[in-house]
C-alpha cells in the first residue's frame, strides 16, 4: 500500500500536487499556461498536446478530486453548468431522466429549454421518496439525477436506497454534491455513479472562482464523460485549476466552521417569532434529520428560513449589514439570495408555488463569520 492510500482524507485534500513536481519540487504545482506543447518526434508525445484535451495543472487537479470523491476519473469545467450541459450530452433523443424537483433553478433551466428541445425529457419528483422515484420510471428513463440536500428547501434523498433501485431498473445515478462536498457526504461509496459539483460553491470556497466538477465511479464511464468534455471543450482554464486546488487545502477547516455557525444561525431562526419555517436538516424536527445523521458526517453550512410576510422578506434583504444580498453559496462570507426570484427565477410560479418557493422563502450560506455577528446582522434586519 502506498503511504498516500494510508492517508485521511484531510491529509490528502491538504496534500493534493504535493510532490508532483519532480523537477523543482515545488510546493505548490505550477500553472501551465501553454495552450498547446511539442512533440519528441511524429508518433510520439510528452503526453500533452493541446490544452483542451490535457493540460498538466488541470491533470493534477482532476486526478485530486478523483482521489477525493473515491472516484476513478475526475473531470474540471468551466462552471457547474458546463459539467451539467456535458454530461447532459451523455443522452439521446428520446431518453428520460427522473430529477430532484427540490433542485437549483439552472438545473431546470437547462434540462426544460435546451435539453428538452433536443428531445432529453425530464420528470420532476420529490427525491425524498424514494417510492415516487420508482413510480416515475418509464421504459426509455436513463438515469436518475439528486440533489441533496436539496436547493432550496434542504429536503434529504437516501443516496443507497435510491442506488439500489438505479441498480435493478439499469439506471445511471448521478448525485449533485454540492452543497455537503466530499468532507461530508460520500455518494460514490453509497452507490452513485457520477457526483456533480459547482466548483464555484464550497470547493472553491472563496466566491472568486467559477469552476464545475464531475467524477465517475467507474473508469469506463470516465472516459465517457472524458470524450465529451474534450469535444465540447468546456474546461477550466490552468489559473482556475491552481486556484481551485490551492481552495480545497481549506476545505476541512472551513466546512467545520460552516457547519458549526449554521448549527447555531439555525436554532436561533427557529426561536424568532417572525420566522414561521426553518428548513436546516441539523434541526431535530427536519424529516432529513436521521438520514442526513447517517449518511452525512454534518449537516452543512446552508438552511433557508420563511419569514412572515414577502413583505418582511424584501425588509431583511434590504437592512442587512455585514450578511451580503448576493446569489450563490458556499464562500466563506454569509451571502442571503431570494430564491424565488433570483435562483429559482426561471422555475414556472405555479411549480414554485407548489413546492414553497414563494417570496417570503430567504436562502442563507452561512458563511465562516463569528456566529454571534451573523446572528446580530439577522436580528436586526427582521427587527
Known amino acids: 500500500m502506498k503511504q498516500h492510500d494510508r492517508l485521511t482524507l484531510d491529509s490528502r485534500i491538504v496534500q493534493i500536487g504535493v510532490g508532483r513536481d519532480d523537477r523543482t519540487g ?13 512533440h519528441p518526434a511524429v508518433g510520439e508525445s510528452t503526453g500533452f498536446d493541446y490544452t483542451r484535451s ?16 473515491g472516484g476513478a476519473r475526475g473531470l474540471a469545467f468551466s462552471s457547474g453548468m458546463a459539467a451539467l450541459t456535458t454530461l447532459f450530452l451523455h443522452f439521446s433523443a428520446g431518453d428520460h431522466i427522473v430529477v430532484s424537483e427540490d433542485l437549483y433553478g439552472g438545473t431546470y433551466r437547462v434540462l426544460d429549454q435546451i435539453f428538452g428541445k433536443l428531445g432529453l425529457a425530464s420528470s420532476y419528483v420529490d427525491t425524498t421518496d424514494t417510492a415516487a422515484i420508482a413510480k416515475a420510471i418509464r421504459p426509455e428513463t436513463r438515469a436518475v439525477l439528486v440533489e441533496t440536500p436539496g436547493n432550496p428547501l434542504l429536503g434529504i434523498a437516501d443516496i443507497a436506497a435510491i442506488s439500489e433501485l438505479c441498480k435493478s431498473r439499469k439506471l445511471l445515478f448521478i448525485v449533485d454534491n454540492t452543497f455537503l462536498t466530499p468532507y461530508l457526504q460520500r455518494p460514490l461509496e453509497l452507490g452513485a455513479d457520477i457526483v456533480v459539483h459547482s466548483g464555484t460553491k464550497y470547493l472553491g470556497g472563496h466566491n472568486d472562482l467559477c469552476a464545475g466538477v464531475l467524477v465517475a465511479r467507474e473508469e469506463d464511464l470516465g472516459e465517457r464523460l472524458y470524450f465529451l468534455q474534450n469535444s465540447t471543450g468546456a474546461i477550466l482554464p490552468p489559473q482556475d485549476c491552481w486556484l481551485l486546488m490551492r481552495s480545497l487545502k481549506t476545505l476541512p477547516l472551513r466546512l467545520e466552521r460552516h457547519c458549526q455557525n449554521a448549527r447555531q444561525v439555525a436554532a436561533w431562526l427557529a426561536r424568532h417569532p417572525r420566522v414561521t419555517a426553518v428548513y436546516f436538516p441539523g434541526l431535530p424536527d427536519h424529516p432529513g434529520h436521521a438520514l442526513s445523521q447517517r449518511q452525512a458526517k454534518d449537516f452543512g453550512g ?15 434583504l434590504q437592512r442587512l449589514q455585514m450578511i451580503s444580498f448576493a446569489e450563490s453559496l458556499g464562500g466563506v462570507e454569509s451571502l442571503m439570495t431570494l430564491p424565488a426570484v433570483q435562483t429559482h427565477g426561471d422555475i414556472p410560479e405555479p411549480e414554485r408555488l407548489r413546492l414553497g418557493v414563494c417570496e417570503s422563502l430567504l436562502r442563507l450560506s452561512v458563511g465562516i463569520e463569528s456566529a454571534e455577528d451573523i446572528i446580530a446582522d439577522l436580528e436586526q434586519a427582521l427587527a
Open 54 to 69: 490535457g493540460n498538466p495543472t488541470r491533470q493534477i487537479l482532476e486526478e485530486g478530486l478523483a482521489d477525493l470523491e
Open 302 to 316: 446552508m438552511l433557508s428560513f420563511r419569514v412572515e410576510s414577502n413583505e418582511l422578506a424584501r425588509q431583511v
Open 26 to 38: 515545488a510546493i505548490s504545482y505550477p500553472i501551465y499556461p501553454s495552450a498547446t506543447y511539442r
